[in-house]
């Protein structure tokens, strides 16, 4: 069946421009999280949906990143204004229900700020 | 802080050799441990995970992997390394400071040498 996907796969933005990246979750998937690795980093966790709402927010480094889940199923992450370090790839990751359940995650969309 | 350490950045083996790359976690109790691998342009797939029971975990592809709760250590072991396990592997923990989303690891390359 068909796994995750993201879209674009990569986009180059200029500094101060708003990107939207978009996620296609696993059908059937609850849960949906998107994740920022930055050149040698791990993996950052930005947010989580439950279904569409979000329990959890917490990793989100500031306002000008905000991110919504319709109809439970695709999410798009919003960066507005964006920085040169706000530039990474921007994974996306779906499972069944809780984090007890193996996480499926995207090839990602990665993100130029010049 | 709460945090997973994977300590080597890089770890070169030749071919047929063994392999272990090293994860330990800072957290009081039984943590929930993931190792993902990511190849290059490929998303992320999890390799095996721990809840409970048997501290000796089998995953995908020949891999297994230790909880030794004593050491706070989720190792990743292989017995004989193929060409194509060269990618970048992740150790990840859940339950860490009460929050069930996954922190990662840094991440450790690991290169095969023919």
């Known amino acids: 069946g068909a796994g995750v996907s993201q879209s674009p796969s990569n986009k180059v933005t200029e500094k101060g421009k708003d990107v939207e990246l978009r996620c296609d979750p696993i059908s059937g998937h609850t849960a949906l999280y998107w994740y920022r690795q930055s050149l040698g980093q791990g993996l950052e966790f930005l947010i989580y949906?439950?279904?569409?709402?979000?329990?959890?927010k917490s990793g989100l480094p500031s306002d000008r990143f905000s991110a919504e889940r319709t109809g439970g199923s695709v999410s798009t992450l919003t960066i507005q204004r964006t920085q040169q370090e706000d530039s990474a790839v921007y994974l996306c990751?779906?499972?069944?229900?809780?984090?007890?359940?193996?996480?499926?995650f995207g090839p990602g969309t990665r993100l130029l700020v010049l | 802080a709460q945090s997973v350490t994977q300590p080597d950045i890089h770890i070169t083996v030749s071919e047929g050799a063994s392999l272990e790359l090293r994860c330990n976690y800072s957290y009081g109790a039984t943590p929930y441990l993931f190792w993902y691998v990511q190849s290059p342009g490929q998303g992320l797939q999890l390799l095996l995970k721990?809840?409970?029971?048997?501290?000796l975990v089998q995953g995908i592809k020949g891999f297994e992997a230790e909880f030794k709760r004593s050491q706070s250590s989720f190792n990743l072991r292989k017995p004989s390394v193929h060409w194509s396990d060269a990618a970048e592997y992740f150790c990840?923990?859940?339950?860490?400071?009460?929050?069930?989303?996954?922190?990662f690891g840094r991440g450790t390359s690991l290169i095969v040498h023919p």
């Open positions: 990751a779906s499972s069944f229900g809780t984090y007890q359940e193996t996480q499926y």
């Open positions: 721990y809840f409970s029971g048997d501290t």
């Open positions: 949906f439950q279904g569409n709402s979000a329990p959890d």
């Open positions: 990840a923990v859940g339950g860490l400071g009460g929050s069930y989303i996954p922190t």
